[in-house]
């Protein structure tokens, strides 16, 4: 009897494909497992848009914002409340597309509940982890990819102590090693964006003596668990 493959729906809140992200969480994620177990799509919040279109997305001064990535690789800093209605509204049209699971690939955003999908929320499972972890850490380091973000971080993010914030884009090319210098003090240490990847991760990990966690490994994690 032909087993139906389990298919999930990544949705990032930029444009799909995500070459730089998807392939390496579907290596964890199906790492072991037979092939042919899962099928996936990816989504983007941003398909499709022109060159007028996407300025109309972009984040003003004073706008909370994300950075994330478009198909020919560069990044965009986008109005978080505008992606956000997008979003909302693509998840909504997936929903009824029959998948057995949304992951969002941001760790930053807002949704509504849906009617038949379970969603995995990187933002939700990325911070409760953190928290779980950081009530026995003295000193959290959170790594982002926006210096904008630092500002706003308390405003969207709930964790124990007041933890050391720095910045990164994983998609300019900035030097993580040295963003990663000033957490050096620091005893557990967050990645918190999905497009920071696991080259990264090394680059961090060679800066600093304490645990790193990468977000999008933890999402991974959550994923596998589930199928």
């Not at 177990?37 to 001064?61: Q, S, T």
């Not at 965009?76 to 693509?90: F, G, H, M, P, Y």
């Not at 405003?155 to 957490?183: C, I, N, Q, W």
């Not at 999905?194 to 003596?209: E, F, H, I, P, W």
């Given at each position: 009897?032909?087993?139906?493959p389990f298919k999930i729906a990544f949705v990032t809140i930029g444009q799909a494909p995500r070459v730089d992200l998807v392939p390496e969480?579907?290596?964890?994620?199906?790492?072991?497992?037979?092939?042919?177990?899962?099928?996936?799509?990816?989504?983007?919040?941003?398909?499709?848009?022109?060159?007028?279109?996407?300025?109309?997305?972009?984040?003003?001064?004073?706008?909370?914002?994300?950075?994330?990535?478009?198909?020919?690789?560069?990044?965009?800093?986008?109005?978080?409340?505008?992606?956000?209605?997008?979003?909302?509204?693509?998840?909504?049209?997936?929903?009824?597309?029959?998948?057995?699971?949304?992951?969002?690939?941001?760790?930053?955003?807002?949704?509504?509940?849906?009617?038949?999908?379970?969603?995995?929320?990187?933002?939700?499972?990325?911070?409760?982890?953190?928290?779980?972890?950081?009530?026995?850490?003295?000193?959290?380091?959170?790594?982002?990819?926006?210096?904008?973000?630092?500002?706003?971080?308390?405003?969207?993010?709930?964790?124990?102590?007041?933890?050391?914030?720095?910045?990164?884009?994983?998609?300019?090319?900035?030097?993580?090693?040295?963003?990663?210098?000033?957490?050096?003090?620091?005893?557990?240490?967050?990645?918190?964006?999905?497009?920071?990847?696991?080259?990264?991760?090394?680059?961090?990990?060679?800066?600093?003596?304490?645990?790193?966690?990468?977000?999008?490994?933890?999402?991974?994690g959550v994923v596998r668990q589930m199928i």
């Open positions: 009897m032909m087993v139906s969480m579907m290596f964890d994620i199906t790492l072991g497992l037979p092939e042919g177990k899962i099928d996936y799509r990816e989504f983007g919040v941003l398909d499709g848009m022109n060159a007028d279109e996407l300025d109309r997305m972009r984040a003003v001064e004073g706008e909370h914002s994300f950075a994330t990535r478009l198909a020919n690789g560069e990044e965009i800093v986008t109005s978080k409340s505008r992606t956000e209605e997008k979003l909302n509204a693509l998840l909504q049209r997936i929903d009824a597309e029959g998948f057995d699971l949304i992951v969002l690939l941001c760790t930053g955003t807002k949704i509504a509940p849906l009617e038949k999908t379970l969603v995995v929320e990187a933002q939700r499972i990325v911070d409760s982890t953190v928290e779980a972890l950081a009530a026995s850490a003295s000193r959290l380091g959170v790594i982002l990819p926006l210096e904008r973000q630092i500002s706003d971080f308390h405003e969207r993010h709930v964790f124990t102590g007041r933890p050391s914030l720095v910045a990164a884009s994983p998609y300019t090319g900035e030097d993580m090693a040295v963003a990663a210098a000033g957490l050096k003090t620091c005893d557990l240490i967050v990645m918190h964006c999905m497009g920071y990847s696991k080259a990264m991760l090394d680059t961090v990990r060679n800066q600093v003596s304490a645990p790193v966690l990468l977000s999008r490994r933890l999402v991974a």
